[in-house]
């Protein structure tokens, strides 16, 4: 009797122990359930579906106390915000926009750039959407239309002649840097405490002038205001400059402002190279290594090699090898905006996308071209942050490679194939620009981070807009389900006051 008594409390605590189990693994598996569900809807580009099914997954692990599932699968849904948000217009709201942007041509010629597969688009929710600034992208595409805005032509004009009148004294060959101009910049975000939620804390990373050691000096932080929010003192030396904030929201009553002012200088950049002296490469620096390796947005993929070696058709000498890459950037890729938000680190490397497509923006093209250096050896960064051609900060950025006995030689694609967007220059006068271009550089410029894909501290992660690149004030929050940046972006102003330097008449009119 005692043994059966015995053997029924065994057979009860097995079955209580296996129940407990089957409720904990049921809970469990829901959320993973979900989760999977959501990541087979989302390789299927079932893209609205699998969002909700990430946001359920996260509800449900947040109900477990599961915290990391739960933030690896609310990060997951905010990606897929990002490229929706990329790529939102029907095939009936591009039609509109080209309408509107280019009524002076054909509703023909309108309609073949769609249905010819020109325009950027992604099949998602089972309908194909077109990227947002797709109707944009057609006049660098087509110099012809692009040359029908005449107020846009005129200003392009004015601007290539301005910086090319500032910049034609460059000084001894020995003073690489000259013509400094200083300027006062001021960042500030006013964030309407309606727009966050009750707790949780806002994480915010402001961009700051980067000391490069070379075109640009004397960066200051001149006040913060408040500074009860700053987390560390702002950073102005390293890959990267930033100022970082942690805003608790369970004790923000009212807006969220917060302004940053800091003050730099920025100088012109010319470099006369003699190909003869370029020096060996120290193949075991320090240098060598992280400039000639393929990581991030710049990816040495094995066809870009492969072009690479084709385009400098057995060039050894690094500088030289270095021209023909740019040369042929300036003829071959065609200045588009791009869908950052919907590439790496959720598709593509940004220099993939342009060798696949022959397109891309500053920043792609540049990535581009030093993926190309680098699988030629020759060690090549994408750096930037603002260029100030009108006066006022605009995201910007550009490439370097680098030379033994020179240093870090600047190369700005982009900045070269504007001349081609207007038809009141002449010939000379677009060749000399896109020659300039090549180991010089103008004073309108501002560096934030020495080469793309440099963390912050903290570092930035999938859930901002462009994890790449710090250009405006970014920011995270655990407890909101809307990415934040994309709110940030309403609600934030930057602006720069010239100090100190040459006063260049800088035109007004638009340049995109």
């Not at 008594?5 to 359930?33: D, K, N, Y």
């Not at 897929?80 to 591009?94: E, G, H, T």
Request: charged fraction near 20%; hydrophobic fraction near 35%.
């Amino acid at each position: 009797m005692k043994r059966a008594r015995i053997l029924i409390a065994l057979v009860l605590a097995v079955a209580l122990l296996v129940t407990a189990l089957a409720t904990g693994c049921g809970s469990e598996s829901q959320a993973r359930q979900a989760y999977d569900k959501a990541q087979s809807l989302e390789e299927k580009a079932m893209l609205t579906e699998a969002a909700a099914e990430y946001e359920r997954a996260y509800s449900l692990y947040e109900k477990e106390g599961k915290t990391a599932e739960a933030e690896k699968s609310r990060k997951a849904a905010q990606s897929i915000m990002w490229v929706q948000m990329a790529y939102p217009d029907s095939k009936a709201d591009l039609t509109d926009k080209l309408a509107e942007m280019y009524p002076q041509v054909p509703e023909s010629t309108r309609k073949s750039w769609i249905e010819s597969g020109e325009v950027e688009n992604m099949k998602w929710d089972g309908k194909v959407h077109y990227f947002g600034q797709a109707a944009d992208n057609i006049a660098t595409r087509h110099f012809d239309i692009a040359y029908q805005n005449e107020e846009k032509s005129e200003t392009i004009a004015e601007l290539v002649r301005t910086i090319s009148s500032v910049c034609t004294g460059s000084g001894p060959a020995w003073q690489p840097y000259s013509n400094p101009i200083t300027w006062l910049g001021t960042e500030s975000i006013n964030v309407p405490r309606s727009e966050l939620p009750e707790t949780g804390t806002l994480k915010l990373w402001f961009p700051l002038p980067v000391e490069t050691g070379g075109p640009q000096d004397s960066v200051s932080v001149i006040s913060v205001t408040p500074d009860m929010y700053l987390k560390q003192p702002p950073s102005i030396e390293g890959p990267l400059a930033d100022a970082y904030f942690e805003v608790p929201l369970n004790e923000l009553s009212g807006d969220l402002a917060i302004t940053v002012q800091f003050q730099f200088t920025h100088y012109q950049e010319n470099f006369k190279v003699d190909p003869s002296n370029v020096g060996k490469y120290d193949k075991s620096s320090a240098l060598y290594t992280q400039y000639t390796k393929s990581y991030g947005n710049t990816s040495i993929a094995p066809e870009i090699e492969e072009t690479a070696k084709k385009v400098v058709d057995g060039e050894k000498n690094p500088y030289l090898a270095a021209k023909k890459l740019y040369d042929y950037i300036l003829k071959e890729v065609k200045y588009s905006y791009m869908p950052h938000t919907a590439l790496w680190p959720r598709g593509e490397p940004e220099s993939e996308y342009v060798h696949r497509l022959k397109r891309g923006d500053c920043g792609a093209q540049s990535m581009y071209f030093s993926a190309m250096c680098r699988s030629l050896g020759i060690p090549a960064r994408t750096t930037g942050g603002w260029q100030l051609f009108t006066g006022n900060f605009a995201g910007h950025f550009w490439a370097e490679f680098y030379l033994p006995n020179y240093g870090w030689i600047p190369v700005d694609p982009t900045a070269a194939d504007i001349a081609d967007w207007t038809d009141k220059l002449t010939d000379e006068e677009k060749r000399q620009w896109k020659e300039f271009y090549f180991g010089n550089q103008d004073p309108l410029r501002c560096n934030v981070q020495t080469d793309v894909d440099s963390p912050a501290t903290p570092p930035l992660d999938g859930e901002v807009m462009i994890p790449m690149a710090l250009q405006y004030v970014q920011g995270t929050c655990s407890t909101m389900a809307e990415p934040v940046s994309g709110i940030l972006l309403e609600y934030q102003t930057i602006s720069a006051q010239q100090i100190a330097g040459a006063q260049i008449p800088l035109p007004s009119g638009p340049m995109h």
